[in-house]
């Protein structure tokens, strides 16, 4: 059994030796090389360990308040937010497609799921979780993560300028109280507390980075402020305000639902946009990491990960959720850069949940407001402003619809699909405007067409415009080498064309067309000149 597990690779032999068994007897995990306990979490690489622990505390303390927040938004029982955060991060941190990015029970993938809520109630919410866990999962197995490679750059700027917009506005709501009833502004004192130990946060955030860099400036501001409030007893909102965060490990339970085809019914579309927009902001989340980091994560892997935190939610109390890009970018601007972060924030929520509630409880809201709003600025893509006289109008378009649709209608999968689909859309038409011909006749008399540019759905109209067949001679040459047959709306054009130069009583040959392309001609034998060697080996993309 040892020697099997010294020749698999590394990470996963710390997992299987904890719960495989040989001859009766439990393989002790001691017997194993302990590099393979080390690679499990990617510490075989150099670690700061002081700034992977001080960095996932200072998620944990970023953490706990929105997932509690947007657990009460819904309608859920607040402990599902925080349990959502521990197992999304434990899950996703060990297991996920890079280190550094940070999982927990995300706004996104939960607004999906307030209608289930208030139609059929928690039990139906759980199942939906599952359910979109096991589509998460289908989607990195069958390797779907890679096409998070067609959203363009200006896509990317309006989606992170969007939601560092949602960030810090959603951080204004702390400066909102609830007088008989009714949500009104702070105002006099509490507002000018609210407002000063806001700002002592934030100073210390961006004045302490160049004393030292020694320790996070994030979790410094959230002591400080909070020694500040302890010390001086000020008055002002703390986490007890939002939700107590007290009880115990996340419980084991099945959902009480009925097994049968019309509880599918309700549950799989919530499931699917659920799924779907978990993994839009996840692999959005990964590629902005990748470029942060300059290194390169792992799409698919990160979305079996996320399905799977996701199964385990749906059957632990959790509410679900996906990775977070706020607290991310909290971890890697604390410095963290392994799995050690994410494994400490997830672990430390979780004692939080067991044995230090009433101590975080009197965290200051003013401190993780604050630091949430620097989160903002940061997330803000600021060199999109330097840049835009310089992008074309289509993609300043494209990036600030994509921004407004994020704002407005807090739906980041509906924004980055809705760019994605006009960005297509303008590319097609400016790839058929490309299409043209060169025409001459040779010595024979016969009329040579040599096509530019690519033929597909945007371009067939112009393709058809290039040819006058009424006055060309009894041959025509039409030559692809210069072009390419891109789809079925190119074949069925090169049809029609060939057609109607049979109908005039003239022959036309096609060069340099690709071997599929000649299958799918009706006329093949009758138009194609086989006898060219250098023909394109290109397929049409049916």
């Not at 507390?193 to 400036?217: E, N, Q, S, Y």
């Not at 839009?280 to 990491?289: H, R, S, W």
């Not at 001609?521 to 394109?536: G, K, Q, R, T, Y």
Request: proline share 5%.
């Amino acid at each position: 059994m040892l020697e099997m597990a010294q020749r698999v690779e590394p990470k996963w032999v710390a997992i299987v030796s904890i719960i495989f068994f040989n001859s009766g007897k439990f393989v002790s995990p001691f017997y194993l090389p302990m590099n393979a306990y080390l690679n499990l979490f990617d510490f075989k690489q150099k670690v700061n360990y002081k700034n992977e622990i001080l960095a996932g505390l200072t998620v944990a303390m970023t953490m706990m308040p929105e997932s509690l927040s947007f657990a009460i938004l819904a309608g859920f029982p607040p402990l599902t937010g925080l349990y959502a955060a521990f197992i999304m991060g434990i899950v996703t941190s060990i297991f996920g497609g890079r280190p550094g990015l940070i999982s927990g029970g995300a706004g996104a993938t939960v607004i999906t799921l307030i209608a289930l809520m208030q139609s059929h109630g928690l039990e139906y919410v759980f199942a939906a979780v599952a359910l979109a866990g096991i589509f998460q999962i289908l989607v990195g197995v069958f390797r779907f993560g890679k096409f998070i490679r067609l959203v363009p750059q200006p896509v990317m700027y309006g989606f992170v300028n969007g939601l560092a917009v949602v960030i810090f506005m959603s951080q204004l709501e702390h400066f909102k109280t609830v007088v008989n009833g009714e949500t009104v502004w702070l105002s006099g004192t509490p507002l000018m507390i609210m407002a000063g130990l806001v700002a002592l946060t934030i100073a210390i955030v961006l004045v302490l980075p160049k004393i030292t860099k020694a320790v996070p400036p994030s979790l410094v501001a959230i002591i400080v402020v909070f020694a500040v409030v302890f010390v001086f007893n000020v008055d002002t909102k703390t986490v007890r305000d939002i939700a107590s965060i007290s009880g115990g490990f996340p419980p084991f339970h099945v959902p009480q639902i009925p097994f049968e085809l019309a509880t599918l019914q309700i549950i799989f579309p919530y499931a699917l946009i659920m799924g779907g927009v978990g993994l839009t902001e996840g692999l959005l989340t990964l590629n902005l990491v990748d470029e942060i980091t300059a290194t390169r994560g792992n799409g698919n892997r990160e979305c079996i990960a996320q399905g799977s935190a996701n199964i385990l939610n749906g059957f632990f109390f959790g509410m679900g959720g996906c990775p977070m890009i706020a607290q991310t970018l909290v971890n890697l601007s604390a410095g963290a850069r392994a799995r050690l972060s994410g494994i400490i924030a997830s672990l430390t929520i979780l004692a939080i949940i067991l044995f230090a509630s009433p101590l975080i409880e009197l965290v200051p809201m003013a401190a993780l407001t604050g630091v949430m709003i620097m989160v903002a600025i940061g997330t803000f893509e600021w060199v999109s402003f330097r840049i835009i006289n310089k992008m074309p109008k289509q993609d300043i378009f494209v990036g600030m619809l994509v921004a407004a649709i994020t704002i407005y209608l807090h739906n980041l999968a509906l924004a980055v699909l809705i760019g994605v689909i006009i960005s297509a859309l303008v590319f097609a038409w400016e790839s058929a405007k490309r299409i043209r011909a060169k025409k001459f006749t040779d010595a024979n008399g016969v009329k040579h067409y040599k096509i530019y540019g690519p033929l597909f759905f945007g371009s067939v109209t112009a393709f058809n415009e290039k040819f006058d067949i009424q006055s060309d001679p009894k041959e025509v040459i039409i030559d692809f080498s210069e072009s390419r047959v891109a789809d079925m709306s190119g074949i069925e054009a090169l049809n029609k064309i060939t057609e109607r130069y049979h109908k005039a009583g003239k022959k036309v040959l096609l060069k340099h067309l690709s071997p599929d392309c000649r299958q799918l001609l009706i006329n093949a034998e009758d138009v194609i000149a086989v006898n060219i060697v250098d023909d394109p080996t290109y397929h049409v993309a049916r």
